[in-house]
């Protein structure tokens, strides 16, 4: 029997609890680990940022702590259930909004500086279409994903296109989950008029902890990267 894929919505509640989903909180945390110099480096330039798929903002915490203005910030999530864990950045001047990844209807060329951690539901070439549209020129792009490395490994060749949650219920969840090999990664990113600054692939070794046992991991493949970031820039 086929599973229809859901939403985020379908695993908001618990998306973020470590102990039912540690492979999550492992790929999270290889995400900041690339993400926070970066946003603190691009960010300190000005201009306005858009984090994409924010659930609960990686951007908004960094400009915090850097003393940059919230008000600087958009959060855009498709899913109003994971954008409500960053409801409490309106206060500080974030705009939330509920809206699609592929055509978020905000105005072209708006933003310096466009976020996006693990943006694998919607790795796809309208998501890097609408990058383009809407970054200034000169302005970057930092994105993470689950690695092509790692996925090719866990999952199986029929489920490449989506991610399997067991939730607190007992049933399976199936959420879009779109990681390409890295030269398609880069023709989708060409294609879109944008140009890749750099890639960085981090493995297992860089998590501050034990790795989950559902990244069925062995001694080679801790070297391996689980999370690949990308910095790209439009001309």
Same mark, same amino acid.
């Given at each position: ?44 330039? /000005? +201009?306005?940022? &858009? ?7 990686? @951007?908004?915490?960094?400009? $915090?702590? %850097? ?70 020129? /000169? +302005?970057?792009? &930092? ?7 790692? @996925?090719?490994?866990?999952? $199986?060749? %029929? ?77």
């Amino acid at each position: 029997m086929c599973q229809r894929i859901a939403t985020y919505d379908a695993i908001a509640a618990e998306y973020y609890d470590q102990a039912r989903h540690p492979t999550c909180a492992n790929f999270s945390e290889l995400s900041n680990a690339f993400l926070h110099s970066r946003i603190q480096k691009y960010a300190a330039a /000005g +201009g306005n940022i &858009l984090e994409v798929g924010a659930g609960r903002s990686t @951007a908004a915490s960094i400009l $915090q702590e %850097e003393g940059l203005p919230i008000s600087r910030l958009t959060l855009l999530d498709q899913s109003a259930r994971m954008l409500a864990y960053s409801r409490d950045w309106t206060v500080k001047g974030a705009c939330l909004i509920v809206g699609d990844a592929c055509r978020t209807q905000l105005p072209d060329r708006s933003f310096r500086l466009i976020v996006s951690a693990l943006g694998d539901p919607y790795n796809c070439p309208a998501f890097w279409r609408e990058v383009a549209r809407l970054l200034e020129p /000169g +302005g970057l792009c &930092l994105f993470t994903t689950p690695a092509p490395e790692w @996925a090719t490994r866990f999952r $199986q060749p %029929e489920a490449q296109s989506h991610a399997e949650f067991v939730i607190a219920d007992g049933r399976t969840v199936l959420v879009p989950s779109k990681i390409p090999a890295r030269e398609q990664q880069g023709s989708m990113i060409a294609d879109a008029g944008l140009h890749s600054v750099g890639d960085e692939g981090l493995s297992a070794e860089k998590l501050a902890g034990p790795p989950s046992p559902k990244l069925l991991l062995d001694e080679a493949t801790m070297r391996l990267p689980i999370v690949r970031g990308f910095t790209v820039g439009r001309i």
